[in-house]
């Protein structure tokens, strides 16, 4: 079973940056994608971005394309999230997920890392 876990979260003002990290656990599937999510209080979670198993491509919600990025590092299980340009809006729990390959569902879950950006 894979086990997700978050960190980097924090208190931020806006136009700053943050880094998140997802580190993973257990027993990896290769080929995995791998993707971000947030939820802001009283909305919906909303899609940040994901990344393939290669780490050559990448996908980003308009919301955050060209101020987020998201990089691989296979060897060491790890998924990161540049956050640059925050704003107040991108205030919400952060959260990584795991899906067998590319179009399949996120089936596993990290806790999440919260991430307030102020003005």
């Known amino acids: 079973q894979v086990r997700l876990v978050e960190s980097g979260g924090g208190l931020v003002q806006a136009g700053g940056s943050l880094r998140l990290s997802c580190l993973a656990s257990?027993?990896?599937?290769?080929?995995?994608?791998m993707g971000w999510f947030r939820r802001a209080p009283g909305k919906a979670r909303e899609f940040v971005g994901g990344?393939?198993?290669?780490?050559?491509?990448?996908w980003y919600a308009d919301a955050v394309e060209g101020r987020f990025i998201i990089a691989r590092d296979n060897a060491n299980n790890k998924v990161t999230l540049q956050m640059n340009s925050l704003k107040p809006e991108d205030t919400a729990t952060y959260l990584c997920?795991?899906?067998?390959?590319?179009?399949?569902?996120?089936?596993?879950w990290g806790q999440g890392t919260q991430v307030t950006v102020f003005s």
């Open positions: 997920a795991s899906a067998p390959g590319i179009g399949q569902n996120y089936d596993v």
């Open positions: 257990g027993r990896t599937v290769e080929g995995a994608v």
């Open positions: 990344v393939d198993w290669s780490g050559d491509s990448t």
